[in-house]
């Protein structure tokens, strides 16, 4: 492909070989059709696509050090959701089912885009609170019972989410 | 090995039962939408991913179980945007039945 040769740099070579090894990952088997195809598809999907992907506003959340926090980030926010859905469990299978809906707001503290998707899926995994709606300046959140709507000030997701947008600027 | 890797995947397995039924418990038995999206997502995560574990437990280290790993990390991110999703549209419908409720009541 000669006409490929200007649409070469390192942002679209990092998306092609990420996208093949996905693409190696699913596979069935590593034949030349199957590389072949693989290739082909990707290089379409990276020149379709770059404009809109790794643009500039959520390029500085890709270094190692950012990746390093999420990494952290995910274990404990494993850890959590572990233990927060033996908690929910008990509340359900309780008879007297203590539950005390309400809604709470909490303050937008981020900027980015893909920070607060990250926070409001976050906030959704762990049981007991639920993102309901982001708005500009506040993220509208319902909780289950008293505990986890208190849970949620200062949370650890907060911090890290916080963590990761903290070095960006 | 074996002994372990059959007693892991049993072990797996039935957790991931009893998260699916609380989650159901927990739908018949939440009076209202947020609650019991609260229930149902909570099967989801833990149910669908400790069940997709035993299976790669199960399968031992193979190609097969990275595409179940990767399987259990999409089920994890589409999980708590379709349940923002069907919140959302509830406390729409909530809002817009207060404000037309409020308007009845002024005229």
Not at chain 1, 63 to 92: D, G
Not at chain 2, 51 to 68: E, P, W
């Amino acid at each position: 492909m000669e006409g490929k040769k200007s649409w070469v740099n390192k942002k679209n070579v990092c998306l092609f070989t990420l996208l093949l090894l996905f693409w190696f990952v699913l596979a069935p088997e590593l034949t030349i059709e199957t590389i072949m195809v693989g290739a082909i598809a990707c290089s379409m999907v990276v020149l379709y696509s770059q404009d809109i992907i790794f643009g500039d506003k959520e390029m500085p959340l890709y270094s190692l050090k950012k990746l390093k926090i999420f990494v952290r980030f995910l274990a404990t926010l494993l850890i959590e959701i572990v233990k927060a859905n033996i908690e929910v469990a008990i509340i359900v299978l309780n008879p007297a089912m203590p539950i005390k809906p309400s809604f709470i707001r909490v303050p937008m503290m981020l900027k980015n885009d893909v920070n607060k998707v990250i926070y409001g899926n976050s906030v959704t995994l762990t049981p007991g609170t639920l993102t309901v709606d982001i708005t500009d300046d506040e993220f509208i959140i319902h909780a289950l019972t008293e505990s986890a709507a208190a849970s949620m000030e200062g949370s650890f997701i907060e911090e890290y989410v916080s963590k990761m947008e903290g070095d960006t600027k | 090995m074996q002994y372990i890797q059959n007693g892991l995947t049993i072990f797996l397995l039935i957790s991931s039962g009893f998260f699916f039924l609380v989650g159901t418990v927990g739908l018949v038995r939440m009076p209202d939408a947020f609650t019991r999206m609260h229930a149902t997502t909570k099967c989801d995560t833990l149910g669908a991913g400790l069940a997709l574990l035993a299976l790669v437990v199960n399968q031992g280290f193979h190609i097969i179980s990275v595409k179940l790993l990767l399987i259990i990390g999409f089920i994890w991110m589409t999980n708590p945007t379709a349940a923002h999703i069907i919140a959302k549209a509830e406390y729409n419908k909530q809002n817009a039945n207060l404000e037309k409720q409020s308007s009845v009541e002024k005229g």
